[in-house]
């Protein structure tokens, strides 16, 4: 009997026991019973055990409940209740009912412990676990997701990364992260990356890629490191955002703007090509003509009939210098109207021999040394009958200004560059030009820079024509009294 | 009737140099009429006889467009050379360009009288060489 005592003690002491009639009614209370609910003993003996009902529970839970008890058996389980204050609290509860000889039972007795703080941590569990599993669905819906382990190997993709990527989840799991590389990006950028991520911090970039069936996409990307205790990564989490639309619309203004700026260049162009021909109109059409009118003029005032005669015979060479003027104004305009003159392919070797035959008995006269080196650039595209006139132009004006010191030494050659270009250089010894007295004028119309006879000014002005016509450029470089290389550009030589 | 020693016709037309030149002989206001063809040969000139005023010419007819050192070069060099000179030489730019480029230009440069398009009519030749005397 001492031991029963003994074990209700120990009972009171340790658990929150309460006794309820068949019907539910409380019979005792402890005090820890009453310490949880905030009821006084004498406020609770009496009353249905439904005051603490917090009401958490289906009817469904306390039907079984009593079903259980009722029926004689021990009931366990865990039961919000509601303290005096309104406050609830979770026991966990043993039942035990007590039976008569019927094995009916007479009395409940409500072993409970508190078990409120780890329900509390149970719950703020749970919902902390259903937002983060809110997070990866509007995440999942939202973005493009793709885990890779520490080395890159993919462990995770949803199914945006799979229609994006064009691959199935099972061709990418367990492949390296490379299989979507497009390779757009330098060596660099990509270890620039991993260099970021491997030091455990967030990379943030827009990235190309290459999906199954070849065709890139480009997506916005953070890739954020999950570290372990030691602070390593253990995986990375890529997510991405489709920008291909944004990327296709951003290279297609950048092309804009460079065709705006070539366009701009080339009307730039233009501009200058029709001023130097408003000039020309302006010098050198004009002036022949007020030289006709003052021949005239002079003609009709004078009464002496010698002096007319002699005036009279000046007309005629001015009326043929106005022709000649006029008939290289003519041939410049049609280069510049036949902007549709196709481009040949030359070879440059058989172009050179072909112009040289004309300069056979010049080179032989003064024993010219000439020299060609097409070996960077061997073919260039332009139209023929432009190059053939080029080169005539420049190795005539290399034999006609030649040093009367030395024999000439003529060096043509081309040079492959960069962007498609191929540069053509014919360097001379001869006398050379004073570039900073004559560089806006070399290229000039009727503009000369030695007493020859020959020296028309017409040459070079053509040449820079038939150049600038295709988009070409030309210079040069010159010394006097060591001789001169005019450079041309040719554009778009796709070799 | 004021009349000058020297005038410098600076032209490579030879249509216009001689044409002026018979119309200022006409007149009898001018003793001497030098031609250079071009802009060098003048500027040399005028250069080995800075100092010797007697053949220094009292006006200069320049050309713009000449071969090898043009009227404009011309200037450029004359302009370094006019505080070392022995004698107030008044130059006229007589071109046949009606570009106002080179009017504007020449307007700039202090050395230049004025700017003549030509034809230039024997009445305003008289009427320059008149205004020096």
Request: charged share 30%.
């Given at each position: 009997?001492?031991?029963?005592?003994?074990?209700?003690?120990a009972?009171?002491e340790?658990?929150?026991?309460?006794?309820?009639?068949?019907?539910?009614?409380?019979?005792?209370?402890?005090?820890?019973?009453?310490?949880?609910?905030k009821?006084?003993?004498?406020?609770?003996?009496?009353?249905?055990?439904?005051?603490?009902?917090?009401?958490?529970?289906?009817?469904?839970?306390?039907?079984?409940?009593?079903?259980?008890?009722?029926?004689?058996?021990?009931?366990?389980?865990?039961?919000?209740?509601?303290?005096?204050d309104?406050?609830v609290?979770?026991?966990?509860t043993?039942?035990?009912?007590?039976?008569?000889?019927?094995?009916?039972p007479?009395?409940?007795?409500?072993?409970?412990?508190?078990?409120?703080?780890?329900?509390?941590?149970?719950?703020?569990?749970?919902k902390?676990?259903?937002?983060?599993s809110?997070?990866?669905?509007?995440l999942?819906?939202?973005?493009?997701?793709?885990?890779?382990?520490?080395?890159?190997i993919?462990?995770?993709?949803?199914?945006?990364?799979?229609?994006?990527?064009?691959y199935?989840?099972k061709?990418?799991?367990?492949?390296?992260?490379?299989?979507?590389?497009?390779?757009?990006?330098?060596?660099?950028?990509?270890?620039?990356l991993?260099?970021?991520?491997?030091?455990?911090?967030?990379?943030?970039?827009?990235l190309?890629?290459?999906?199954k069936?070849?065709?890139?996409?480009?997506v916005?990307?953070?890739?954020?490191?999950?570290?372990?205790?030691?602070k390593?990564?253990?995986?990375?989490?890529?997510?991405?955002?489709?920008?291909?639309?944004?990327?296709?619309?951003?290279?297609?203004i950048?092309?804009?703007n460079?065709?705006?700026?070539?366009?701009?260049?080339?009307l730039?162009?233009?501009?200058?090509?029709?001023?130097?021909f408003?000039?020309?109109?302006?010098?050198?059409?004009r002036?022949?003509?007020?030289?006709?009118?003052?021949?005239?003029?002079?003609?009709?005032?004078?009464?002496?009939?010698?002096e007319r005669?002699?005036?009279?015979?000046?007309?005629?060479?001015?009326?043929?210098?106005?022709?000649?003027?006029?008939?290289e104004?003519?041939?410049?305009?049609?280069?510049k109207?036949?902007?549709e003159?196709k481009?040949?392919q030359?070879?440059l070797?058989?172009?050179?021999?072909?112009?040289?035959?004309?300069?056979?008995?010049?080179?032989?006269e003064?024993?010219?040394?000439i020299?060609?080196d097409?070996?960077?650039?061997?073919?260039?595209?332009?139209?023929?009958?432009?190059i053939?006139?080029?080169l005539?132009?420049?190795?005539?004006?290399?034999?006609?200004?030649?040093?009367?010191?030395?024999?000439?030494?003529?060096t043509i050659?081309?040079?492959?560059?960069?962007?498609?270009?191929?540069?053509?250089?014919?360097?001379?010894?001869?006398?050379?030009?004073?570039?900073?007295?004559h560089?806006?004028?070399?290229?000039?119309?009727?503009?000369t820079f030695?007493?020859?006879?020959?020296?028309?000014?017409f040459?070079?002005?053509?040449?820079?024509?038939q150049?600038?016509?295709?988009n070409?450029?030309i210079?040069a470089?010159?010394?006097?009294e060591k001789?001169?290389?005019?450079?041309?550009?040719?554009?778009?030589?796709?070799? | 009737?004021n009349?000058?020693?020297?005038?410098i016709?600076v032209?490579?037309d030879g249509?216009?140099?001689?044409?002026?030149?018979?119309?200022i002989?006409q007149?009898?206001?001018?003793?001497?009429?030098?031609?250079?063809?071009?802009?060098?040969?003048?500027?040399?000139?005028?250069?080995?006889?800075?100092?010797?005023?007697?053949?220094?010419?009292?006006?200069?007819?320049?050309?713009?467009?000449?071969?090898?050192?043009?009227?404009?070069?011309?200037?450029?060099e004359?302009?370094?050379?006019?505080?070392?000179?022995?004698?107030?030489i008044?130059?006229?730019?007589?071109?046949?360009?009606?570009?106002?480029?080179?009017?504007?230009?020449?307007?700039t440069?202090s050395?230049?009288?004025?700017?003549l398009?030509?034809?230039?009519?024997?009445?305003?030749l008289i009427?320059?060489?008149?205004?020096?005397?």
């Amino acid at each position: 009997m001492e031991k029963i005592t003994d074990y209700k003690y120990a009972l009171d002491e340790s658990s929150i026991v309460a006794i309820t009639d068949q019907k539910g009614i409380i019979k005792y209370v402890n005090d820890n019973f009453c310490n949880i609910s905030k009821y006084t003993a004498e406020e609770l003996i009496g009353q249905d055990h439904r005051i603490i009902n917090s009401g958490y529970h289906p009817k469904e839970f306390i039907k079984q409940l009593w079903t259980t008890i009722a029926n004689g058996q021990v009931w366990k389980g865990e039961l919000k209740n509601k303290a005096k204050d309104g406050t609830v609290y979770w026991v966990d509860t043993t039942i035990v009912p007590f039976l008569d000889a019927d094995k009916k039972p007479y009395q409940y007795v409500a072993i409970r412990s508190d078990i409120t703080d780890r329900k509390k941590g149970e719950e703020d569990l749970k919902k902390t676990l259903k937002e983060i599993s809110d997070y990866k669905y509007a995440l999942d819906e939202s973005a493009i997701v793709a885990i890779t382990d520490q080395k890159g190997i993919i462990t995770h993709v949803n199914d945006n990364f799979c229609n994006i990527s064009k691959y199935t989840a099972k061709e990418l799991i367990g492949k390296d992260h490379r299989i979507i590389n497009s390779g757009h990006h330098s060596k660099e950028f990509i270890k620039e990356l991993w260099t970021t991520i491997a030091n455990g911090k967030v990379w943030k970039g827009e990235l190309k890629n290459k999906a199954k069936d070849g065709s890139v996409y480009w997506v916005d990307t953070t890739i954020v490191p999950f570290l372990n205790t030691d602070k390593k990564p253990y995986q990375y989490v890529a997510i991405r955002s489709d920008i291909t639309e944004r990327k296709k619309g951003e290279e297609q203004i950048k092309k804009n703007n460079e065709k705006s700026i070539e366009h701009a260049h080339i009307l730039e162009l233009k501009n200058a090509q029709l001023v130097d021909f408003c000039n020309i109109v302006s010098h050198n059409l004009r002036a022949p003509l007020i030289n006709i009118s003052m021949l005239v003029d002079y003609i009709e005032q004078s009464e002496d009939e010698d002096e007319r005669k002699e005036v009279l015979v000046k007309i005629k060479p001015v009326v043929n210098h106005l022709m000649d003027v006029f008939n290289e104004l003519v041939e410049s305009i049609q280069v510049k109207q036949d902007t549709e003159i196709k481009a040949d392919q030359i070879m440059l070797e058989d172009c050179l021999e072909k112009v040289l035959r004309g300069f056979e008995t010049q080179i032989e006269e003064y024993e010219a040394d000439i020299q060609l080196d097409f070996h960077s650039a061997p073919i260039i595209h332009f139209p023929q009958k432009y190059i053939e006139s080029i080169l005539t132009n420049l190795i005539s004006n290399a034999l006609k200004y030649k040093s009367p010191d030395r024999k000439p030494v003529i060096t043509i050659k081309t040079k492959k560059e960069a962007n498609d270009l191929v540069v053509l250089s014919v360097s001379d010894n001869g006398l050379g030009i004073n570039l900073v007295l004559h560089k806006d004028h070399i290229f000039k119309i009727r503009k000369t820079f030695h007493k020859h006879p020959d020296a028309k000014g017409f040459g070079l002005f053509m040449t820079k024509t038939q150049v600038e016509a295709m988009n070409g450029k030309i210079w040069a470089e010159s010394q006097p009294e060591k001789g001169s290389t005019f450079f041309i550009e040719f554009k778009n030589q796709h070799i | 009737m004021n009349r000058i020693k020297t005038l410098i016709l600076v032209d490579d037309d030879g249509i216009f140099v001689f044409l002026t030149r018979k119309a200022i002989e006409q007149t009898k206001i001018v003793e001497l009429v030098e031609v250079f063809e071009n802009g060098l040969d003048a500027l040399n000139f005028l250069k080995e006889n800075k100092i010797n005023i007697g053949v220094l010419p009292e006006i200069i007819l320049l050309d713009l467009s000449m071969p090898i050192m043009d009227g404009w070069q011309f200037l450029e060099e004359y302009t370094k050379l006019n505080p070392t000179m022995g004698k107030k030489i008044t130059i006229y730019i007589c071109s046949s360009s009606i570009s106002p480029d080179d009017i504007a230009r020449a307007k700039t440069i202090s050395e230049v009288t004025d700017y003549l398009i030509k034809p230039i009519m024997k009445d305003k030749l008289i009427d320059l060489i008149q205004q020096l005397g």
